[in-house]
């Protein structure tokens, strides 16, 4: 049985479609759907700081592989947020993913009060109110101050 033909076609698929893999390796951030409040926040608002801050530490545990979902409520400001990665990808395509969640936000919803982002292998979503059940999920971590426990 002589494979030497199978190989050099598969050779030679790879070497004359190089961009197959680039889209491929890019296929997880493809946005299928995404919904943005009209509703707006002022920058240097105190939504605008909390989403900040909120979004920064979501890419911190992202990246460290810490969080998966990644649930927040803000003490400062009513924001809750929620996001997931796939399990198909690991932590370096996740923060890819949220990276290109933060810029598609950027340019296609910036400074909405609320947005919903679906990405083919992660998501996010934030809101002004508690969905999901977020504050009943976060009641037994988040003590914001001046509330009762």
């Known amino acids: 049985m002589n494979t030497a033909p199978l190989c050099t ?5 790879l070497f004359a479609f190089p961009f197959l893999g680039a889209i491929a390796a890019d296929a997880y951030t493809q946005i ?9 926040f002022t920058d ?14 979501l890419m ?41 969640i933060k810029n598609d936000i950027n340019n296609m919803c910036k400074n909405s009060l609320g947005v919903q982002v ?16 977020i504050e009943e999920k976060l009641k037994p971590f988040v003590k914001c101050p001046g509330t009762t426990p």
């Open 9 to 13: 076609e598969i050779l030679v698929t």
């Open 60 to 100: 911190t545990v992202i990246a460290v592989g810490k969080a998966n979902p990644f649930i927040a409520k803000s003490c400062e400001t009513n924001l809750f947020m929620e996001a997931y990665c796939n399990e198909s990808i690991g932590t370096y395509e996740c923060t890819d993913c949220f990276n290109a």
């Open 118 to 133: 679906t990405l083919q292998d992660c998501n996010l979503r934030y809101e002004t109110y508690s969905f999901d059940q």
């Open 32 to 40: 299928p759907n995404m919904i943005c409040n009209t509703a707006q």
């Open 44 to 57: 240097g608002s105190v939504f605008d700081q909390a989403l900040s801050k909120t979004t920064n530490n």
